[in-house]
Protein backbone atom coordinates (compact mmCIF):
# COMPACT_ATOMS: atom_id res chain seq x y z
CA UNK A 1 0.00 0.00 0.00
CA UNK A 2 1.36 3.55 -0.93
CA UNK A 3 1.69 6.58 1.44
CA UNK A 4 -1.34 8.39 -0.05
CA UNK A 5 -3.82 5.55 0.70
CA UNK A 6 -2.16 4.63 4.54
CA UNK A 7 -2.75 8.62 4.92
CA UNK A 8 -6.59 8.53 3.62
CA UNK A 9 -7.31 5.59 5.43
CA UNK A 10 -5.92 6.89 8.57
CA UNK A 11 -7.67 10.11 8.13
CA UNK A 12 -10.93 8.11 7.87
CA UNK A 13 -10.25 6.28 11.41
CA UNK A 14 -10.40 10.28 13.00
CA UNK A 15 -13.85 11.68 13.89
CA UNK A 16 -15.97 14.03 12.09
CA UNK A 17 -13.85 13.85 8.78
CA UNK A 18 -14.46 14.31 5.23
CA UNK A 19 -12.25 13.50 2.31
CA UNK A 20 -13.40 14.74 -1.36
CA UNK A 21 -12.05 15.84 -4.50
CA UNK A 22 -13.54 19.07 -4.96
CA UNK A 23 -12.03 19.93 -7.60
CA UNK A 24 -13.05 19.43 -11.58
CA UNK A 25 -10.26 20.70 -12.95
CA UNK A 26 -7.63 18.62 -10.41
CA UNK A 27 -9.06 15.43 -9.64
CA UNK A 28 -6.39 13.67 -8.56
CA UNK A 29 -6.32 16.02 -5.40
CA UNK A 30 -7.60 15.15 -2.30
CA UNK A 31 -8.89 17.71 0.37
CA UNK A 32 -9.10 16.17 4.00
CA UNK A 33 -11.38 18.41 6.39
CA UNK A 34 -13.64 18.26 9.13
CA UNK A 35 -17.41 17.62 8.11
CA UNK A 36 -18.78 20.03 10.61
CA UNK A 37 -16.97 22.72 9.92
CA UNK A 38 -15.34 22.34 6.35
CA UNK A 39 -11.75 23.31 7.87
CA UNK A 40 -9.34 21.66 5.84
CA UNK A 41 -6.11 19.88 7.33
CA UNK A 42 -4.53 18.42 4.16
CA UNK A 43 -4.45 18.27 0.90
CA UNK A 44 -2.69 16.02 -1.13
CA UNK A 45 -1.70 16.68 -4.41
CA UNK A 46 1.09 16.17 -7.25
CA UNK A 47 3.33 18.86 -8.40
CA UNK A 48 5.76 19.16 -10.26
CA UNK A 49 9.83 19.46 -9.23
CA UNK A 50 10.05 23.00 -11.21
CA UNK A 51 7.05 24.46 -9.26
CA UNK A 52 8.70 23.30 -5.82
CA UNK A 53 12.33 25.14 -7.29
CA UNK A 54 13.90 21.24 -7.94
CA UNK A 55 15.20 20.62 -11.61
CA UNK A 56 13.11 18.32 -13.89
CA UNK A 57 9.44 18.20 -14.67
CA UNK A 58 8.40 14.99 -12.97
CA UNK A 59 5.74 15.18 -10.27
CA UNK A 60 6.14 14.84 -6.67
CA UNK A 61 3.61 13.93 -4.55
CA UNK A 62 3.05 16.41 -1.83
CA UNK A 63 1.02 16.67 1.49
CA UNK A 64 -0.09 20.37 2.96
CA UNK A 65 -0.65 20.57 6.26
CA UNK A 66 -0.97 23.30 8.71
CA UNK A 67 1.71 23.25 11.57
CA UNK A 68 3.15 25.86 14.25
CA UNK A 69 5.37 28.52 12.36
CA UNK A 70 8.20 27.66 14.12
CA UNK A 71 8.27 24.00 13.38
CA UNK A 72 7.84 24.93 9.35
CA UNK A 73 11.38 26.94 10.21
CA UNK A 74 12.42 24.31 11.14
CA UNK A 75 11.60 21.45 8.55
CA UNK A 76 11.78 23.69 5.66
CA UNK A 77 15.35 23.60 6.16
CA UNK A 78 14.87 19.79 5.65
CA UNK A 79 14.64 16.86 3.26
CA UNK A 80 11.28 16.53 1.86
CA UNK A 81 9.88 19.52 3.60
CA UNK A 82 8.76 22.91 1.25
CA UNK A 83 6.43 26.06 1.36
CA UNK A 84 3.25 24.87 1.18
CA UNK A 85 2.16 24.51 -2.12
CA UNK A 86 -1.02 27.17 -3.19
CA UNK A 87 -1.55 27.58 0.82
CA UNK A 88 -0.41 30.28 3.38
CA UNK A 89 3.37 29.39 3.71
CA UNK A 90 3.47 30.81 7.23
CA UNK A 91 0.83 28.43 8.58
CA UNK A 92 1.43 25.74 6.05
CA UNK A 93 4.05 23.32 4.95
CA UNK A 94 4.05 20.69 1.99
CA UNK A 95 5.45 17.26 2.76
CA UNK A 96 6.93 15.01 0.45
CA UNK A 97 5.39 11.60 -0.02
CA UNK A 98 8.26 10.38 -2.02
CA UNK A 99 10.09 8.45 1.30
CA UNK A 100 11.93 11.37 1.57
CA UNK A 101 10.51 12.30 5.19
CA UNK A 102 9.72 8.74 7.47
CA UNK A 103 6.05 7.77 7.04
CA UNK A 104 5.25 7.87 11.37
CA UNK A 105 6.57 11.94 10.75
CA UNK A 106 3.87 12.55 8.13
CA UNK A 107 1.42 10.75 10.08
CA UNK A 108 2.42 13.11 13.56
CA UNK A 109 2.26 16.02 11.30
CA UNK A 110 -1.52 15.23 9.94
CA UNK A 111 -2.97 14.27 12.97
CA UNK A 112 -1.20 17.62 14.32
CA UNK A 113 -2.70 19.80 11.69
CA UNK A 114 -6.05 17.67 12.19
CA UNK A 115 -5.73 19.28 15.77
CA UNK A 116 -4.89 22.59 14.66
CA UNK A 117 -7.74 23.21 12.75
CA UNK A 118 -10.47 21.56 15.11
Known amino acids: MDLTQKLIDFT ?4 DVQIDHPFAKFPEYIVLRHRSTGKWFGLIVAVEKDKLGLDGKEKVPLLNVKADQEIIS ?6 GYYPAYH ?3 NHWISV ?16 DSYELTK
Not at 74 to 79: A, R, T
Open 87 to 89: MNK
Open 96 to 111: ALNGAVEEKQVVYLLK
Open 74 to 79: ILKKSE
Open 12 to 15: ATLK
